[in-house]
């Protein structure tokens, strides 16, 4: 008998949850009105949840909450209020991307099972190994992975006691999920809050190479590459489409089911993918999962490429032709509507009703049964029944204590709270004018709750911590104890920083070529230098990272992996949690120290003065935030030239990664341009027009924090420096010192710069 994979489907909405179910999903994923990755789906209701966990649970299909954003200060309370009406509920799971909420999950709401989200960037070991220490069962990894990559990490997860799930169709994003920064900058829509205006896939002026969509990759679509996940032992295969309508999802799921299905029962795999043309896509491709990173992946029209598809098959690509595809496309997807409406018409997501009947007399136990759609028990009071007193009875003669109708439907209407309602109460084999104490009643109150709950005890409130802000400068001061931080990324810059009372960072690249013995000796010779570690490091480029740790052993590191910081918790270095870690709250801070002993951590410069001043660090724990550098739009495994310039080559390799260094750029309808930059052992990225320079910060939040960084990497962008980087470093210097004229000249000598972000926020 074949292990089954878990099919796992989105559920934007009702509708849409509803189409999953009866087309055969194993589990869903879904998002409430707030604290989700998918605002422009629909989402649901909390009051709906309860309701459609029944529903899915009753057609054996599990659900998953999406919780998959970054978490603002201000919202702990209501985050508290949700997650303690999630451990009184039958939720199968959590997706979480926010260290804070891995936090709060670990510590106090442990009976929910905690799954890492897309937006967690997992693609190498020591990240799971990471995730395992914060109580995480399940990671969605990667879309950029190949099946080698997943099958050793699979591996690791499945020895860490943590589950596989990947991305096989849907969306394929042009920047690794976390790392995308492009809605944010652009449009004040930040993708790690759940609200990506999609500036990828939007037109942009005609390339050099004829391309008016540079930057639109196909569709994800794992079809054909069924065998090959099973064999490295993937847990879930999962559909993304929370913005898609029901039919969309119905057929898109039905096609898996028949798939998966036909594979248990050793029948030959299907290779008929026909019904996932005929619902919205970009045209499909397997690229990535299969290892070859190429220019076929792209196509130059984000819109449905349905009719394109069929009217190609067919040989009819005139405007006639075209036309008759689209017409009998239409028609197929108005019949999938109705046979969709007419499967869904009869569930339902209301509470299932209960009978509770109740029997005996005096001198006796007082007997309940209840009966639910599809259960029933029984039990008895600990007390007998006793005549109520003389003294319990009114001027009407009715006792306000006996077990009549009206005082048992009172005393047992909290009953109504749980997934069920109380649709009958019968008393016919109760004798009349009984009286049981109180007490009694709220026993056999919380023993049906108990029952009813799965033999699940309800779970009391927890109230979170209140984090107490460490004492500050007063705002009024001009001056900060805060040190300079400078960035760097070669050793002629080191001249730069000589004989200066600065902290010195080193920019590390993605891939290392198969010496790099370079770095280790930078770092040994030079021990005034702190590493500091890439976001995204897979496969042997991670090994690689380790190995650079484990021989130089430096007293500290930046990283924006968590897998290096595994490795160097491990190995006793302190690290400092960099910018792309995406830290927003004084809980994430408290996760990394206690949890993994970070001693420092970089505020996301996403956020806003507002947003960040609020934040509480732990005791000893440093804080450090960037206010100049170039401004990461996004990082792509993909090259992003191809559709710009062209290349001589079609595909990505080795020598791609480690020897390529070209700069380009593409500009956006609203004649803003975005700078592509490609550095030796780096992978593509996309920068702002305009750099980030924040000086108001400095005293805006005086005292808070413990040093400011410049990165003086070497980036084109719009953005000019006048005058050499010596000069530009002893203005910084300056404006910490307290020196008002510092930030006149700094604007001066660097523009144009930006900090919107800094004063819209998230």
Known sequence: MKRKIELLAPGGDLDSIKAAIVAGA??????????????????????????????????????????????????????????????????????????????????YFTTLKIHASTQVTTHNEGQIKFLSKLGVTRVNLSRELNLEEIKALTLVGHDNHIESEVFVHGSNCISFSGLCYISSVLEGKSGNRGRCSQPCREQYLTTP?????????????????????????????????????????????????????????????????????????????????????????????????????????????TDEGLDQVKKELHDTKTRIIMTVKDEIKELSIAKPPIRISFAGESGGPLKVSVAAVDSCFELSSDATLVPAARDDFSRSGTSTRQLDHENLKQRLGSLHETEFFIKELDLTALQEGLFLPFKELTSIKKRIIFLLNGAREKVEPVEIPQLRERS?????????????????????????????????????????????????????????????????????????????????????????????????????????????????????????????????????????????????????????????????????????????????????????LQECTRSSSVTNLKAVPLFIDKAAGCYHRIFNDHNFLNTEIVSDLPGMFSSFCIDLTAVETETKQDGDRARLIERFENLLRGDSASRLELEKMIHPTTNAQYRKGI
């Open 472 to 656: 500050r400068q007063p705002h009024t001061s001009q001056v900060t104890s805060a040190t300079l931080s400078v960035l760097i990324s070669s050793r002629p810059q080191l001249e730069l920083c000589s004989e200066r009372d600065i902290e010195l960072f080193f920019q590390l690249p993605n891939c290392f070529k198969t010496d790099y013995s370079e770095f280790v000796e930078l770092f040994i010779e030079n021990p005034q230098i702190t590493p500091w570690f890439p976001a995204v490091l897979i496969g042997k480029d991670y090994t690689a990272a380790v190995d650079i740790l484990k021989r130089a052993m430096p007293k500290r590191i930046v990283t924006n992996n968590t897998g290096i910081a595994y490795a160097a918790c491990e190995l006793g270095i302190a690290w400092v949690a960099g910018p792309y870690l995406n830290t927003v709250n004084s809980f994430s801070l408290l996760c990394l120290k206690e949890e993994f002993n970070c001693s420092g951590a970089f505020i996301s410069n996403e956020l806003s003065q507002r947003q960040i001043k609020n934040i509480v660090a732990p005791q000893g724990f440093k804080l450090y935030y960037s206010i100049y550098h170039p401004i990461v739009l996004m990082t792509s495994r993909q090259c992003l030239v191809h559709q710009v310039e062209g290349c001589d080559k079609s595909r990505i390799d080795e020598d791609c």
């Open 209 to 317: 190479e004829g391309m008016s969509f540079p930057l639109n990759l196909k569709d994800n679509s794992a079809f054909n590459d069924l065998e090959a996940l099973y064999a490295a032992g993937v847990d879930s295969v999962k559909i993304e489409g929370r913005v898609k309508k029901f039919h969309y999802v119905y057929t898109v799921v039905s096609a898996w089911r028949r798939l998966l299905d036909d594979f248990y029962n050793s029948k030959d795999s299907s290779t008929d993918d026909a019904d996932l043309y005929r619902v919205f896509n970009r045209d499909f491709t397997n690229s990535f999962l299969q290892g070859d990173i190429n220019k076929d992946m792209y196509i130059d029209n984000p819109r449905d490429n349905s009719a394109q598809h069929y009217a190609e098959i067919a040989g009819c690509l």
């Open 26 to 107: 194993d589990a869903i994923y879904c998002g409430l009105n707030k604290f989700n990755a998918r605002n422009r789906a629909t989402n649901i209701e909390l009051e709906d949840l309860r309701g459609i966990i029944n529903l899915a649970h009753r057609h054996d299909c599990q659900v998953f909450l999406t919780i998959n954003v970054v978490i603002v200060e201000s919202e702990f309370k209501a985050l508290a209020a949700l997650l303690n009406n999630l451990v009184n509920s039958n939720i199968d799971g959590v997706i979480v991307q926010d260290f804070g909420l891995f936090y709060l999950l670990s510590k």
